[in-house]
Structures are given as structure tokens and as C-alpha cells.
């Protein structure tokens, strides 16, 4: 079975929004959502690996 992000994304924005409180609890719990919401993310959007490609130097700036 794979993962829905997408749909995981949206149920964890959806408890961001129930967390509105003002006390302690709610902020560690909001920040840890924020957390857990980046990594979804990340796994949604994965960022592609990128080549590196050697940049020629002349004898001169040696």
C-alpha cells in the first residue's frame, strides 16, 4: 500500500487549525505538527539530485 501525502498534508493542516490555543501544550503541539507537516512535504515534492559538472580553469587563474 503506498502513502497518500496529499491527503495526510491536508488532515495535518486541518489539526494545525484546531490548535489555536494559547497555552504551552498547544504551541509544542503546533510546532511539532509544523515538523511533521515539512516532512510530508518533502516527501510529496521530493527535490530531483542534481549533477555537478566541473567548471574548466584555465592554466592562467591557476
Known sequence: MKSD???AHLHLDRACHYLRG???TSR???A???LVIEAVAT???PRPEAEVVPF???AAQR
Open 43 to 45: 516527501a510529496l515534492h
Open 5 to 7: 501525502f496529499a491527503a
Open 28 to 30: 509544542t503541539a503546533l
Open 22 to 24: 494559547d497555552d504551552e
Open 56 to 58: 574548466p580553469i584555465s
Open 32 to 34: 511539532a505538527l509544523d
